[in-house]
């Protein structure tokens, strides 16, 4: 489609009394020199979740490789994107061995998950691991986008003391690190995330824009609605569509947010206050936050993303899918056959919060395709076995397409002692942020495009 010239061919936003609704792709916004010119491919995105104390692998693991692979247990919430991840076994994360160090498995398996590197043993201050991948890919392409990255979880966790063996907090609670000393906090309210999202970018204004909102009983759209309309008539048929589905989409995580606000406090079986702003189901609060992620990468916001699910070693109880243990307490389950049972419930739960997010990304257009055809999300844990602490053989998927460079649908198997960072430099490869190495990489990881 030839771009309609007009006032908006060059802006990304809708704006309006402190809010600033960035917009999705639009061919006829985007910038082109000259009326002929074919409109520009949609950027590549890239995301990592991080789920804690390991999975039940005889329940993960699929028993044939390559295409047509039947889903485990685990695994069969994806059914119906299947064709869209790719599941591999056989990598390591070598340095969330003790190599000398002693306990504190769990706060290892965090901290090297995104980084590839032995993190220093200390509860002080003097805290060192690495530069994680996806702060990598934020400062080779961050200055593109409004925030270089997005860090999202569910639960709290302190920056400081000691967490885990002699193990920082910061540690276990975190797994993007910007540089060998420096994590990269992560936002647990997704009513915060939405307003750092939509807000117009000075805090102490959108704080009190935020207010008068509250009390005019309006929705976020209310205040855009006229600059919405002006842009809908420089629009063509195709992009009017996507504007007003992205519009709907936006006021649903609104109504859900808002929703959340009223809620009575309840007891929890994590060591933190559930912030205000937070539902009290689990569930929702992840995919809430999905949602975020979702918006974040439709609308440009950000191309990188991380989240975590839960932190290392989190004993979260699941008393909606009926399992009141702690989740860290069953890990250690001593071949306990009812501990597996439930172990696995707790795994096929995070799984199937995994499949919302990418049917999400899925069923939202992108350029000539959807979000998930531009998008890699790697998901797993840096534990293998939470019974036996072990880092070999990780439970290990990537989602997406990567704009074609990845050739999902599959289960491959790695040789043994592969390193998981072989996968993220493959991954900045195709995101067009190659480096010379990761942590301990030793090379790019074959195999993921035929």
């Known amino acids: 489609m030839t771009e309609r010239h007009s006032s908006f061919s060059r802006r990304h936003a809708l704006r309006g009394f402190g809010v600033s609704l960035s917009l999705p792709w639009l061919e006829s916004v985007c910038p082109v020199a000259h009326a002929t010119t074919v409109a520009p491919t ?24 390559g295409y047509g ?15 869209d991840i790719l599941v591999i076994s056989g990598l390591t994360h070598d340095k969330g061995r003790a190599n000398g160090d002693g306990p504190g498995d769990h706060a290892r398996s965090a901290s090297v998950f995104l980084t590839g590197a032995q993190p220093r043993k200390t509860d002080g201050s003097n805290i060192r691991s690495g530069v994680s991948v996806d702060q990598v890919a934020a400062q080779a392409v961050g200055k593109a986008t409004r925030f270089a990255s997005l860090e999202l979880g569910c639960e709290q966790g302190r920056t400081a003391g000691g967490c885990d063996s002699g193990y920082s907090c910061a540690y276990s609670s975190n797994i993007a690190w910007s540089s060998e000393s420096t994590p990269v906090g992560k936002e647990t309210n997704p009513r915060f995330v939405f307003d750092r999202l939509f807000g117009n970018g000075n805090s102490k204004a959108s704080s009190k824009n935020q207010g008068r909102r509250d009390a005019l009983k309006k929705s976020i759209l209310d205040f855009i609605a006229d600059d919405a309309r002006r842009l809908q008539k420089q629009l063509g048929q195709n992009d009017k569509r996507k504007l007003e589905e992205y519009l709907n989409g936006v006021r649903e995580v609104e109504r859900r947010i808002e929703g959340t606000a009223d809620q009575p406090d309840i007891t929890t079986d994590i060591d933190y206050p559930v912030p205000s702003g937070t539902p009290n189901d689990y569930g929702e609060h992840i995919r809430l936050m999905c949602d975020m992620m979702v ?42 056959a009812e501990k597996y ?27 000539d395709g959807n979000l998930l055809d531009n998008t890699t999300i790697c998901y ?7 019974n036996r602490h072990n880092n070999e053989n990780l439970p290990i998927l990537l989602a997406g397409h990567g704009a074609g460079t990845v050739d999902p649908g599959r289960h491959i198997k790695v040789p043994t002692e592969t390193p998981v960072c072989n996968l993220f430099m493959s991954m900045l490869d195709r995101f067009g942020s190659s480096v010379d190495f990761i942590g301990d990489s030793t090379g790019k990881l074959s195999g993921l495009q035929i």
């Open 295 to 336: 918006l974040a990468f439709q609308t440009d916001s950000t191309r990188i993303a991380t989240f975590m699910f839960a932190n290392a070693a989190s004993n979260r109880s699941y008393r909606q899918i009926d399992v009141a243990d702690g989740h860290h307490d069953l890990s250690h389950h001593g071949g306990n």
């Open 69 to 83: 692979f039947e889903l485990p247990f685990i695994l069969d919430p994806l059914s119906a994107v299947q064709d």
């Open 341 to 367: 049972g439930k172990i696995r419930l707790i795994n096929r739960f995070h799984i199937a919060q995994l499949s919302y997010l990418l049917q999400k990304m899925k069923a939202t257009p992108d350029g």
């Open 42 to 65: 949609p950027p590549q995105r890239m995301g990592f979740i991080f789920v804690p104390n390991g999975v039940h692998l005889p329940d993960w693991t699929p028993q044939t490789e």
């Open 380 to 386: 797993g844990s840096g534990i293998s076995d939470g």
